[in-house]
């Protein structure tokens, strides 16, 4: 590999050819402020537009300051990263952005995990020198998403994960200089586009343009409603990233804390989504089963491979760009709307409380979860089963309300029987968890034997597309792994082409799957925060004693008492959906 | 969005100027261009028709339209009056010419005239430097404009525009 060497604030430093003379400063520990830039490692996702021009440096000989995000090292370089005339310039920069800026920051959604407002403290900004007019953009409220386009930076890194990462096309610089704005086509509403609220813009967006629908308000009224009885469930991956929001380090496991903290707020009862990812997992796993076995039978009808379907962004990202493949992925609901629908009937009943004095509360990565609470083929007579969706940061923001001091607590349990769950309900959290709770399950059914091992390392990992091959006693089966809505696209092209080997696919819309959710506490481009919470996901997947869906007892029991069979007549009725082609 | 319903042959149109550009996403401001050229105005539904046949996304396409002011969403008039607004132009007094064609035609730049008569734009520099200021009615050069001969200028299309619709 050809080595550069060049000088940054006078320390030597040798880099491979091809480095920015940002990466060059971070190898030596020289922080160079960046705003716009943003790179997650390992996943391919970068954004350098140059725009925001807060990273520039002073190199000799040359006449203009240059972006170190976008700026080659080259053979002898030397560089100020601290320069009078450099803070001058980033000093000036910042100010102007600011100057177009409503600066709320009391107020703003976003304070205290705002880059722009870090910035402006970092290079000690207490005045802005410039005035002049005000972007004055209309508010866009969605079922998931607001955009506040006044607080916009024009950073671009939304339009990166919305066109590259996850190819919807919904936004897109429009107009131009002052006017120019991240928008919808037609400057329209995010509800009347493509948008599939996967929260990935809202996740990178480094100011208050881009946040989730707040509902804390509205939970914290039916809590302190006496003739409502509220209850909570709570995803996997929430417990793998709630502790960040309390200065934690990424990865710690925080369960018990989480289910502490959800009793003092006053919900009645404390559940688990992972039960109803068990629950999840027999009936998507039973028609797996069915649709392999009718596969094998020589059953030509027979659509294969099985998609799961328990993320609802994927689910309308393929509502409208592959309606045609409808009716491919599993019908079964996702975790939270089984959860919502077995709460309002079969919990209901045995605590005797009525469908509308029941309120359903989910804790969720995810944004969204709160589009898909909202569709109206999850709600009876206008009654939705689950009635809010909050945010991992929403939760944070409502243990803070509460005056409780998280970190203190002491672990405690979730009730039963909604509360119980197996291994295989957490590491839905994960890219690659579905898939491998389903062949857990699926495995021993269709071989009737017990699995000689339960870590299967062939279906784990960050890579964006994955594929392996499971011997189901003698029986090859091809899984698929996508997360990242682009790289789901690619399998489904497969598909359309006719050339997928796949038996069964799974599909996770963010990158890194719920535990990089739209909903998570900022991960500020680190993608080891993503890394040190999936690691947090198996770990507790090993401490769990049962790790197999279909040995949760309390899955067993709501069979039987209620349900029947997986694919039932009760449980296509409560447990199964269908979709709409939305092109 | 007030929906339009594009005629198969304008849908027709569309598509064959993308395909002239092998339907390379890379060329869309050339088509946009030639769809201007070819319909006088590119509405939500032409963008529409032009992402899905280069396989962009219509929020690209829209962007690239609001940027460049020579793409226009708005249906040209029968007329298309430009007022040259660079430099030489603008110092012999191309900004009260446009107040002008503004006051006597009633309508702002970027618009048309109700009986779709005239629209209204202006552009930069037109290469006749010498002439300026330059006013442009569809193909045609008028040079040293004064703010006194506008109303002759609109007048000559109107009579234009009679005596058409009488010899029809």
Redesign the interface.
Known sequence: MEMINLTIDHKPVVVRKGATVLEAASGIGIDIPTLCYMKLEDMNIENKPGGCRVCVVEVKGRRNLAPACCTEASEGMEISTHSIRVVNARRTVVELILSDHPADCLICAKSGNCDLQDMANHLGIRKIHYQGEHSMYREDTSPAIIREINKCIMCRRCETMCNDVQTIGVLSAVNRGFQAVVSPAFEMNLDHSVCTYCGQCVAVCPTGALTEVDETGAVIRALSDPTKTVIVQTAPAVRAALGEEFGMTAGTLVTGKMVAALRRLGFDYVFDTDFAADLTILEEGTELLNRLSAFMAGDQQVKLPILTSCCPAWVKFFEHHFPELKDIPSTARSPQQMFGSIAKTYFADKIKVKRENLVVVSIMPCLAKKYESSRPEFSVNGNPDVDYALTTRELAHLINLGNIDFKSLQNEDFDAPMGESTGAGVIFGTTGGVIEAAVRTAYEIFTGKQLPRLDFEELRGMEGLRKATIDFNGTPINIGIAHGLGNARKLLEEIQAGTSEFHAIEIMSCPGGCIGGGGQPYHHGDSEILKKRQRAIYSEDQNKSIRKSHENPYITKLYEEFLGAPLSEKSHHLLHTKYFDRS | ?PGIKLSEKTIGIIKQVCSDFRNEGSELINVLHQVQGKLGYLP?EV?EVIAKELN????????VV????FFTMIPMGEHPISICMGTACYVRGAEQVLSEFKRQLKVEVGQSTPDGKFSLNCLRCVGACGLAPVVLVGEKVFGRVSPQMVKNIIAEYKEVGASEAKSA
């Open positions: 969005m939500a963008q962009i996304s219509v929020a690209k396409v829209y962007g609001t940027f460049y002011s």
